[in-house]
Nanobody, 123 residues
Framework: QLQLVESGGGSVQPGGSLRLSCAAS????????IGWFRQAPGKEREGVSC????????SYADSVKGRFTISRDNAKNTVFLQMNSLKPEDTGVYYC????????????????WGQGTQVTVSS
């Protein structure tokens, strides 16, 4: 079965850091771009970051540029999201998803999603 499992969420104070992991099973990540999304309470899901299948290119939402870093270790079949300088507005459920193509831009969609991991940033 194809599965993505997020981990690493939790509660942190503003300015703190968290490292999220997205572990894949049932398939190999090598051929797929992987995206991170988040959904805050009462808000629509938004894209946070995406990484090309090879890791050679990445993209970020303007709201997280300079603070978040996406990376991948294909040997471990895992994608990471390092979140630094966290703000209260970063609070939400974070999901990783498999993109149907190797690139983050252009045609494509996300077909498999993880269960999500909660990130709470508050004082």
């Amino acid at each position: 079965q194809l599965q993505l499992v997020e981990s690493g969420g939790g509660s942190v104070q503003p300015g703190g850091s968290l490292r999220l992991s997205c572990a894949a099973s049932g398939f190999t990540l090598d051929y797929y771009a992987i995206g991170w999304f988040r959904q805050a309470p009462g808000k629509e899901r938004e894209g946070v970051s995406c990484i090309k299948s090879t890791g050679s290119s990445t993209s970020y939402a303007d709201s997280v540029k300079g603070r978040f870093t996406i990376s991948r270790d294909n040997a471990k079949n895992t994608v990471f999201l390092q979140m630094n300088s966290l703000k209260p507005e970063d609070t939400g459920v974070y999901y990783c998803a498999r993109r149907t193509v190797a690139y983050c831009s252009g045609a494509g969609r996300y077909d498999y999603w993880g269960q999500g991991t909660q990130v709470t940033v508050s004082s």
